[in-house]
């Protein structure tokens, strides 16, 4: 059963944004902490960005100042606004949902960045 869909990748130029968002068909989403993750060919699986229930953020040192993680709980849904990207920021971004012990992750979208 897919409970997390990820869309809103795509092929970008260095500098450019892209949002990508996030919905949780699941239950109880505002009680989740939400983040986005993302394995770059050859590379060990790594957070980008997480939100808690209540707001909290925390960011890879990579990404800090470029990306933004926010959530609409009204539409069971988290984003990550992403400016400024560069070549190294290239990989499939994957959503992870956590509450109670139970961690869910979506699909995956693929995020390439080159002229």
């Known amino acids: 059963q897919v409970q997390l869909v990820e869309s809103g990748g795509g092929l970008v130029q260095p500098g450019g944004s892209l949002r990508l968002s996030c919905v949780d068909s699941?239950?109880?989403?505002?009680?989740?902490?939400m983040a986005w993750h993302r394995q770059a060919p050859g590379k060990e699986r790594e957070l980008v960005a997480s939100i808690t229930m209540a707001g909290g953020k925390v960011y890879a040192n990579s990404v800090k100042g470029r990306f933004t993680i926010f959530r609409d709980n009204a539409k069971n849904t988290v984003y990550l606004q992403m400016n400024s990207l560069k070549h190294e920021d290239t990989a499939v971004y994957y959503c992870n949902s956590w509450a109670s012990g139970n961690s869910q992750w979506g699909q995956g979208t693929q995020v390439t960045v080159s002229s």
């Open positions: 699941g239950s109880f989403f505002s009680l989740k902490t």
